[in-house]
């Protein structure tokens, strides 16, 4: 009986010490201020009063924080209006760095044509756009997708393989509010797939899914040999000096990331959900950035065109036609802003938990717009629409 | 809420509860998951952490079973996500299995206190965002489980046990438009006390 009642105190104490040692700590602490020397011109531009405007509109409006880099025909202008951190009442800087959540499958796309262009290291060459994911992806990442042997790596750069979006899984959410800060490793996220009805036949039709790039990433690393977060640093964000950006898990995120909010029980008070995690480091999202480098990434993509190969940059805006009617999807890129005519723009559009982004290049108009908002997802909430307006009339000052 | 209190108060005072019986203190850990999926998991990673302090009462007594309600008081804390303080009464069988061990199965339900983790924020009239005090959110809880009891004195059945349970825990509504339903896989580890030493 006193052995009995001795390891009972043991298991007791045991239980106490694993369960009080269990806390995590945030990946993002209380936000810093920063500064940049960046020469800005912002208060020439002939648009500067009417771009404050709005900025201030959409604060009163209830967007948290929000930085905007603009370039036209009239110049460049760069501004930011809210908080990056309200609990320690830090201003949002246009040097505040933030998730850019889908930006990430552009960086992505980009990256996978700089390794086809440098075949002789990598093995990857445009050949391979039209083979199946199977030749690199080992089985066992494999084994459950629907149509995984059939599936080519072009149908996941423009979302045309059908495969079921990980992100629209109840049990990925459950795992996230579980295990908000969870490394997402390809094959935690691939569970939520497997066994899952494809959406359609590859090819047959396009539709969005976060799963085509983690597809894509994986066929980097298996291709190569060397996980394409390595890649992503040597071949992009290096060589562009791209000295902002970080991709999360795999890098550590500076002490002047903002703050991400979200109006998660739907009542018009945003909970901070910047430690949520939804899969961050595998193609799909995870980059952090701020407009200077997100900016310069564009103009060296799209507009001064020195990333990629002419012959990259044409496949890459090869697209086909959605079911949105303003939405086209190239290779890791989007055709947007199409009920705009002549107007419209390639780039991308981030959505994730915390935090929303756009990227786009209008080349009829040769101008750029870039913003940054520590408030998302996509999901329905009382600023969505809100953060839809903003990007509309932001566009129409841009091109006017 | 004051409804919730009066149905607490009916349970307390159910005729059928004569006598006491045990007083148990349980310690475990919770996961938000389907119910039945990754159990494993709960036993060696993501801890956050449950503490129960509860009481049974016996309803019904027969030589192999038992029918029995009880009453508990509970703390759970999951990091980033939310603490919650938990009141809930649950109705179980007790079956005998074999001396010194029995297996039981209770359905319960209560009121849970939620608190959020993170900061939650609302915009002042000025149209600046400030942080805004958190008193909890009230929440229906709603439990199904599954335990084995075991005497810790040898031939001893109504003496000190040590238990182990497996409870499926839901809590409503969590977010009333996208996730009505927000359930929790439990594991708990429990010490149970009698009050009345009857046959000793």
């Known amino acids: 009986m006193i052995k009995n009642y001795k390891m009972i105190r043991i298991l007791t104490l045991i239980l106490f010490a694993i369960l009080f040692n269990s806390c995590k700590k945030p990946i993002i602490k209380d936000t810093n201020n920063c500064s940049t020397n960046y020469n800005d011109t912002s208060s020439l531009h002939p648009q500067n009063s009417q771009l404050k405007d709005l900025l201030n509109k959409y604060k009163q409006l209830g967007l948290p924080g929000i930085s905007v880099y603009i370039a036209n025909t009239k110049g460049s202008w760069i501004g930011s ?100 800060t969870k490394k997402w490793g390809p094959d935690d996220l691939l569970k939520f797939v497997k066994n899952k009805q494809a959406v359609f036949d590859p090819g047959a039709q396009y539709s969005y899914s976060n799963t085509n790039t983690l597809m894509v990433s994986l066929v980097i690393d298996f291709a190569t040999g060397k996980p394409h ?124 938990l915390g935090y929303s982004a756009d990227l786009f290049y209008f080349p009829a108009r040769n101008a750029s717009v870039t913003w940054c908002i520590n408030y998302g997802s996509d999901a329905e909430s009382f600023l969505k629409p809100k953060i839809l307006a903003f990007q509309k009339e932001l566009i129409d000052i841009v091109l006017q | 809420m004051i409804n919730k209190l009066k149905i607490i108060v009916l349970i307390l005072t159910f005729p059928g509860v004569t006598a006491a019986n045990n007083i148990y203190f349980n310690i475990g850990n919770n996961h938000s998951s389907v119910p039945f999926k990754r159990f494993s998991k709960l036993i060696y990673s993501n801890f ?128 009333q438009s996208y996730v009505p339903l927000l359930p929790y896989n439990v594991l708990k580890f429990g010490l149970i006390f009698p009050l009345h030493d009857k046959k000793l």
């Not at chain 2, 439990?143 to 349970?165: A, D, M, T, Y």
Request: hydrophobic share 35%.
């Open chain 1, 81 to 180: 209006t809210g908080s990056a951190d309200i609990a320690n009442g830090v201003n949002y800087k246009p040097c505040h760095v933030q998730k850019v959540a889908s930006l990430t499958k552009m960086f992505i796309g980009a990256l996978l044509f700089k390794l086809i262009e440098d075949s002789t290291n990598t093995g990857l060459g445009y050949l391979s756009l039209s083979q199946p994911i199977n030749k690199w992806i080992p089985e066992k990442f494999l084994k459950g997708i629907a149509n995984a042997d059939k599936i080519t790596l072009a149908q996941c750069l423009n979302h045309s393989s059908g495969l079921y979006d990980v992100i629209k899984d109840n049990e990925f959410y459950l795992e996230v509010l579980n295990d908000p």
């Open chain 1, 229 to 352: 977060h390595l890649w992503l640093r040597e071949k992009i964000l290096n060589p562009l000096n791209l000295n902002n950006t970080f991709y999360q898990h795999h890098e550590n995120l500076p002490s002047n990331t903002a703050q991400g909010y979200f109006d998660l029980y739907q009542n018009k008070k945003p909970v901070n959900v910047s430690n949520y995690v939804t899969g961050s480091g595998s193609g799909y999202t995870g980059l952090y950035s701020n407009v200077y480098d997100l900016h310069k990434f564009l103009h060296a993509f799209l507009v001064d065109k020195t990333v990629v190969s002419t012959k990259s940059l044409q496949a890459i805006q090869t697209t086909g036609a959605t079911d949105i009617s303003d939405l086209n999807l190239g290779l890791g890129i989007m055709r947007r802003f199409q009920n705009r005519g002549a107007d419209f723009g390639w780039g991308h559009t981030g959505r994730d």
């Open chain 2, 48 to 175: 956050h952490p449950v503490y129960e302090l509860g009481k049974t009462f016996d309803l019904k007594e027969k030589p192999n079973w038992t029918w029995f309600q009880t009453v508990n008081v509970g703390y759970f804390k999951h990091r980033f996500v939310q603490s919650a303080i938990m009141i809930y009464s649950e109705n179980g069988i007790n079956k005998k299995i074999v001396n010194g061990t029995s297996a039981n199965v209770k359905l319960g339900a209560g009121y849970m206190h939620a608190f959020t983790a993170p900061e939650i924020v609302q915009q002042n009239a000025a149209g600046d965002y400030e942080i805004k005090s958190d008193y909890g959110r009230p929440q229906i809880l709603l439990s199904l489980s599954f335990g084995i009891e075991q005497s810790i004195i040898k031939n001893v059945s109504n003496g000190p046990k040590i238990s182990l349970s497996y409870q499926i825990r839901v809590q409503t509504p969590y977010v």
